[in-house]
């Protein structure tokens, strides 16, 4: 079974800063998905950005990108010029790889609370 | 195009007693998932369903927990007994079937407080 860790329960960073949440998983496949979601005090999920596995490069979404190590089984989301919007839950997620039907529900780790300072 | 729906948002009930909620997800997604959420923690996989059938439900306290999806469309999930440790966020959540990327859409939940 895989299992995901987020090892920093709470992070701060000062508006307009840079930020790096840290992930990292365990699994014996050698295809799958990485997710980050954001989870605003609202509670609804947001998807912010993903990683296929079998991509070396390192997806960008604007302001928020990834630093993906795949042998070191490592996926850290960077935040730059932090904004106060971007204050939540933010949750990192596994998901296999399959072809057709089959279970692919997302592993999440525990999440890191990000706080914004103005 | 709406969201996933989820109702109700809010429940409070006592031990013993039995409760139910419901999700709508995104038109034309087939594949549904009920997540738990204990505070502090990340989801939990309860339940998947593609169109109206189960594909895992490993995680599935199945001596009190239900789920079902008529028509495949729409899914209930059961809770009865209810257990003090049940209380959490439910998220129901949807997908396109076998389609990249594979993005899941999560609702809002229904927070659930056992007392």
């Known amino acids: 079974a895989q299992t995901v860790t987020q090892s920093q329960p709470e992070m701060s960073v000062q508006e307009a800063e840079t930020v790096t949440l840290s992930c990292t998983y365990d699994?014996?496949?050698?295809?799958?998905?990485l997710f980050w979601y954001k989870q605003p005090p609202s509670r609804q999920m947001i998807l912010v950005i993903r990683?296929?596995?079998?991509?070396?490069q390192n997806a960008t979404e604007n302001r928020f990108s990834v630093n993906f190590q795949k042998a070191a089984k490592s996926f850290s989301l960077k935040i730059s010029d932090s904004q106060l919007g971007d204050a939540a839950m933010y949750f990192c997620?596994?998901?296999?790889?399959?072809?057709?039907?089959?279970?692919?529900?997302?592993?999440f780790g525990k999440g890191t609370h990000l706080i914004i300072q103005p | 195009e709406a969201g996933v729906a989820q109702s109700p948002r809010y429940k409070i009930i006592e031990k013993r007693q039995s409760v139910a909620f419901w999700c709508n997800p995104i038109?034309?997604?087939?594949?549904l998932y009920w997540y738990q959420q204990i505070l502090g923690q990340g989801p939990k996989l309860l339940i998947q369903?593609?169109?109206?059938?189960?594909?895992?439900d490993s995680q599935l306290p199945k001596d009190r927990f239900s789920a079902e999806r008529l028509k495949g469309v729409d899914s209930t999930l059961k809770i009865q007994p209810a257990k003090l440790e049940d209380s959490a966020v439910y998220l129901c959540?949807?997908?396109?079937?076998?389609?990249?990327?594979?993005?899941?859409?999560f609702g809002p939940g229904t927070r659930l407080t056992v007392t």
């Open positions: 369903f593609q169109n109206n059938g189960v594909v895992d």
């Open positions: 990683q296929e596995a079998y991509k070396q």
């Open positions: 038109s034309g997604h087939a594949t």
């Open positions: 959540a949807s997908s396109l079937l076998g389609l990249p990327p594979y993005e899941q859409y």
């Open positions: 997620a596994y998901r296999t790889t399959f072809l057709g039907g089959g279970a692919d529900g997302l592993t």
């Open positions: 699994t014996s496949e050698s295809d799958y998905y």
